[in-house]
């Protein structure tokens, strides 16, 4: 079985629709991310999470929202998606061994979604 | 702020060696990360330099100059199965997350 999951895998919407992609890890790692990929400009990041309590900004985070409902989901929720959200997502996890930094992340198999 | 630069696109020829550079600037520095992604497929990492010098995995190896701020991926005897996009990362300077590159596309020819 995969170690990260994405649900799902494609979606295809329409402009103002609320959109939720789930994110699961059977990694046991506290750090989960998601990022959107666009041709050409590489992986950006739009939120992280330490923990269930820790939320963090990433530089792209305008237009989204995320929810950590345990150490091993993190799901992120477009509230009234547009077409330049179109894009493919990917939720990625990391360790942390007190003091080390990362210095490797654990990719889910990425959602394609199409706004309309 | 922190930013990395790596070509679009490189060719090779089945067989042969391919190198792969990446500059960065950043805040503090804590080490560059390799990443390779076939089309529609999820990056797996490949590689991590904390020190300056050459680390070799099998066929690919990856280089650190910290005084030059630049690190290569040098890829041997190239397979097909090798062409992807390959990106370059570093961890930002809070150590919280990682900076990527915006990807290499590499394309090889029979």
Redesign the interface.
Same mark, same amino acid.
């Given at each position: 079985d995969a170690d990260v999951t994405q649900t799902p895998r494609n979606r295809i919407t329409k402009t103002g629709k609320r959109i939720m992609l789930e994110c699961s890890q059977t990694k046991g790692h506290d750090r989960m $991310?998601w990022y959107r990929q666009d041709p @050409?400009? @590489?992986?950006?990041?739009i939120y $992280?999470s330490?923990d269930v309590k820790d939320i963090?900004k @990433?530089e792209i985070s305008d237009g989204y929202s995320v929810s950590r409902q345990a150490q091993a989901k993190f799901s992120l929720s477009l509230e009234s998606a547009i077409p330049n959200q179109t894009a493919l997502y990917?939720c990625a996890t990391s360790d942390f061994t007190g003091g080390r930094?990362?210095?490797?992340?654990?990719?889910?198999? @990425?959602t394609r979604l199409t706004v309309l | 702020g922190q930013s990395l630069e790596q070509p =679009?696109e490189v060719t090779a020829v089945e067989g042969a060696i391919v190198q792969i550079n990446c500059t960065y600037q950043t805040s503090g520095f804590?080490?560059l *990360?390799w990443y390779q992604q076939h089309d529609g497929?999820?990056?797996?990492?490949l590689s991590?330099n904390?020190l300056d010098g050459l680390e070799e995995t099998g066929r690919f190896s990856s280089f650190l100059s910290r005084s030059d701020s630049y690190g290569y991926l040098l890829l041997q005897e190239l397979q097909m199965k090798d062409s992807a996009s390959y990106?370059c990362a570093v961890?930002h300077s809070s150590? =919280?997350? %990682? %900076?990527?590159? *915006?990807?290499t596309r590499l394309s090889i020819r029979p």
């Amino acid at each position: 079985d995969a170690d990260v999951t994405q649900t799902p895998r494609n979606r295809i919407t329409k402009t103002g629709k609320r959109i939720m992609l789930e994110c699961s890890q059977t990694k046991g790692h506290d750090r989960m $991310y998601w990022y959107r990929q666009d041709p @050409g400009l @590489g992986l950006r990041l739009i939120y $992280y999470s330490f923990d269930v309590k820790d939320i963090n900004k @990433g530089e792209i985070s305008d237009g989204y929202s995320v929810s950590r409902q345990a150490q091993a989901k993190f799901s992120l929720s477009l509230e009234s998606a547009i077409p330049n959200q179109t894009a493919l997502y990917f939720c990625a996890t990391s360790d942390f061994t007190g003091g080390r930094i990362d210095n490797e992340q654990f990719f889910g198999p @990425g959602t394609r979604l199409t706004v309309l | 702020g922190q930013s990395l630069e790596q070509p =679009s696109e490189v060719t090779a020829v089945e067989g042969a060696i391919v190198q792969i550079n990446c500059t960065y600037q950043t805040s503090g520095f804590y080490g560059l *990360s390799w990443y390779q992604q076939h089309d529609g497929g999820a990056p797996t990492f490949l590689s991590y330099n904390g020190l300056d010098g050459l680390e070799e995995t099998g066929r690919f190896s990856s280089f650190l100059s910290r005084s030059d701020s630049y690190g290569y991926l040098l890829l041997q005897e190239l397979q097909m199965k090798d062409s992807a996009s390959y990106f370059c990362a570093v961890p930002h300077s809070s150590a =919280s997350k %990682i %900076i990527f590159g *915006s990807g290499t596309r590499l394309s090889i020819r029979p």
